[in-house]
C-alpha cells in the first residue's frame, strides 16, 4: 500500500487516495472496540505485523497514520479533528488499555508523545483555519492524558495489579511534574514571543507544573 506521504498533494488522485484513506482510518477509529483496537496492526499485503513503525497494537498504528497525514495539506484540517478524536477515545478507554496491557501510552520516548509533540510544533502558527485551534485541544489532551496515565498506573501498582515500577521513569520523579511537561515547558519557554500560540502553550502547561517553575524560565 503507498504511504499518503508519498502522494502529491497537487494530484487529483493524490487527493482522493488522501480523503479515502482518511475516511478509512475514521470508520476504524469510530467503529472498533478495544478488543480490536489492542490487536497488533497487520500489513495489508503480507498479513504480517506491520515493520514500518514501533507502533504495535492497531490503536497506536491508526495516530501514527492518522499523523502523517496532518502533514498533507489537502487532508490537514480533516486529519486533525480525527486526531482529537484518537485522543478522547484514548482518554475514555485508558484504564482498560493499562489494565489489559501493562504498558504505558505516554511516555516521553514513545510514538504516542513523539508524533504528538511534532505535530504541535510543526504546526503551531498553521495558517489553515481551524488547525491552530486543533493543535492547542491535541497538545492539552495530551497533557491530560499523561497526567491520568500516572495516576492510574500508580494505583494498579498499589493494588500490585501486575504492574512493575516504571523502568524509564523513577517512582518518585512519576509523582512530581511529567516528563512532558516539563520538556514542553523548556521548549516552550525558549520560543520567541512572535510565535503566536507560545502563551497558549504556556497556558495549558500552567495547571500541570508549579506556576514559579514557569516564571523562572524567563
Known sequence: MQK???????????VQYLFGHLAVLSGM???????????PAVDADSHQPTSSTDCGPLLLWLLWELCI????????YH??????LWYQKTLKHLEQWLSATKRRIFQLQGVVVRQTLRLVFSHLDSQVDGVNESVLQIFQLLLKGECLERELWEKMQTLGDGVESDQHTPPDDMRKTGSVCEQTLHTVSAMSWQVKGKCQLLAAILPYTDAMQVKCQY
Do not use: M, T
Request: charged share 15%; aromatic share 6%; glycine share 8%.
Open 29 to 39: 477509529l469510530a467503529c472498533s472496540d478495544l478488543d480490536l483496537l489492542l490487536q
Open 69 to 76: 497525514l496532518c502533514f498533507e495539506p489537502d487532508s490537514q
Open 4 to 14: 499518503p506521504g508519498a502522494i502529491s498533494h497537487q494530484s487529483g488522485d493524490g
Open 79 to 84: 486529519a486533525f479533528k480525527q486526531v482529537i
